[in-house]
């Protein structure tokens, strides 16, 4: 049986589902539906494309049209909605093993991130209990390069240089690994962080560089360092009843389309990294790189946290990925 919340039908996915069934897509994605700002739309953009001449058609979604994270989790499950690109932790109760692709310093960069999804089977593993629910998670896209560290004090280059320094947490398990790392840190809403950062009680956060420049927070975080901590990442969701009903030529569509949207989602995100440099430097911001073996002393002080964030036996499916792909 499929577990799932029944969430608030919205407007839009009502009138979505009075379209006729022949051939819509229902995509749902998180930002406005532009392919040049929006690594989700860029996604969805080269998912339609690859679609162009078949019978299958697709409609895109802006953010909230077709509810919140939870209620579109939910609508995916039910075959409301066909393909949902949304965030990991949507769907870490159903599949706790997904919680590792937010591991600090787990993986060495993005390249490697995606090497582990095509090579090991962790994607299929992920996948077990949710495709009992009703849903099919296609793979990881990104929405921007790695997380390092912003803040507003000074730059950082080594471990030591975190001492002293006061960053601002998602949850605990952020807050665990930025203690383990030196510094202290203090779990602050979203909402809050500009305000925090400005009064003193929190001196940055860790985020990938473009969430400095697309809420301007660059005004008074004035330093970054790319550490590479964890892919920006989301995932690609589709509906498996949907998925299943559809003949052995339609599947074959689908595949070809996801993976063509993946394409263009890294096409996007090996711009947007030429981009964002420049952006930084625009804004006045101190870019800094770690020195050598520097992220190799911040891997040893963190990886003990590994353990408080997933399972023994989840935790070595991940480990066993990283043996598999680098030895």
Same mark, same amino acid.
């Given at each position: 049986?499929? !577990?799932?919340?029944?969430?608030?039908?919205?407007?839009?996915?009502?009138?979505?589902?009075?379209?006729?069934?022949?051939?819509e897509?229902?995509?749902?994605i998180?930002?406005?539906?532009?392919?040049?700002?929006?690594?989700e739309?860029?996604?969805?953009?080269?998912?339609?494309?690859?679609?162009?001449?078949?019978?299958?058609?697709?409609?895109?979604?802006?953010?909230?049209?077709?509810?919140?994270?939870?209620?579109?989790?939910?609508?995916?499950a039910?075959?409301?909605?066909?393909?949902?690109?949304?965030?990991?932790?949507?769907?870490?109760?159903?599949?706790?093993?997904?919680?590792g692709?937010?591991?600090?310093?787990?993986?060495?960069?993005?390249?490697e991130?995606?090497?582990?999804?095509?090579? @090991?089977?962790?994607?299929?593993?992920?996948?077990?209990?949710?495709?009992?629910?009703?849903?099919?998670?296609?793979?990881?896209?990104?929405?921007?390069?790695?997380?390092?560290?912003?803040?507003?004090?000074?730059?950082?280059?080594k471990?030591?240089?975190?001492?002293?320094?006061?960053?601002?947490?998602?949850?605990?398990?952020?807050?665990?690994y930025?203690?383990?790392?030196?510094?202290?840190?203090?779990?602050?809403?979203?909402?809050?962080?500009?305000?925090?950062?400005?009064t003193?009680?929190?001196?940055?956060?860790?985020?990938?560089?473009?969430?400095?420049?697309?809420?301007?927070?660059?005004?008074?975080?004035?330093?970054?360092?790319?550490?590479?901590?964890?892919?920006?990442?989301? @995932?690609?969701?589709?509906?498996?009843?949907?998925?299943?009903?559809?003949?052995?030529?339609?599947?074959?569509?689908?595949?070809? !389309?996801?993976?063509?949207?993946?394409?263009?989602?890294?096409?996007?995100? !090996?711009?947007?990294?030429?981009?964002?440099?420049?952006?930084?430097?625009?804004?006045?911001?101190?870019?800094?790189?770690?020195?050598?073996g520097?992220?190799?002393?911040?891997?040893?002080?963190?990886g003990?946290?590994?353990?408080?964030?997933?399972?023994?036996?989840?935790?070595?499916?991940?480990?066993?990925?990283?043996?598999?792909?680098?030895?």
């Amino acid at each position: 049986m499929k !577990a799932f919340r029944i969430g608030t039908a919205t407007a839009a996915l009502a009138l979505a589902m009075a379209l006729p069934a022949a051939a819509e897509i229902k995509i749902a994605i998180n930002g406005a539906n532009d392919p040049e700002t929006n690594a989700e739309a860029a996604w969805a953009a080269g998912f339609s494309a690859a679609l162009e001449g078949t019978e299958l058609e697709t409609t895109v979604f802006p953010s909230g049209t077709l509810g919140s994270e939870d209620e579109r989790f939910d609508q995916v499950a039910q075959g409301l909605i066909e393909v949902n690109l949304a965030t990991a932790s949507t769907a870490f109760g159903m599949s706790p093993l997904m919680k590792g692709v937010l591991l600090p310093f787990m993986f060495e960069d993005n390249d490697e991130f995606d090497t582990i999804m095509a090579e @090991t089977n962790l994607l299929a593993e992920m996948n077990v209990p949710l495709l009992e629910n009703g849903v099919r998670l296609a793979g990881f896209n990104y929405i921007g390069t790695s997380i390092g560290m912003h803040n507003a004090k000074k730059p950082i280059t080594k471990m030591s240089d975190l001492e002293g320094l006061r960053f601002r947490a998602l949850n605990a398990e952020q807050l665990a690994y930025q203690e383990a790392l030196g510094a202290t840190g203090t779990i602050v809403a979203w909402s809050e962080v500009a305000n925090a950062i400005q009064t003193g009680v929190a001196d940055g956060y860790f985020n990938p560089p473009n969430s400095a420049i697309r809420t301007g927070h660059t005004e008074f975080l004035v330093h970054f360092t790319q550490a590479n901590i964890s892919p920006s990442t989301r @995932t690609v969701l589709l509906s498996e009843d949907w998925y299943a009903g559809l003949s052995e030529a339609e599947r074959a569509q689908i595949d070809a !389309a996801v993976e063509a949207g993946f394409k263009a989602n890294r096409a996007w995100i !090996a711009q947007w990294s030429k981009e964002v440099r420049q952006k930084h430097q625009e804004a006045g911001v101190t870019l800094t790189e770690l020195e050598p073996g520097e992220r190799d002393k911040m891997v040893a002080a963190t990886g003990p946290t590994w353990a408080d964030i997933m399972s023994e036996a989840h935790l070595k499916l991940f480990t066993d990925a990283l043996d598999q792909v680098r030895n």
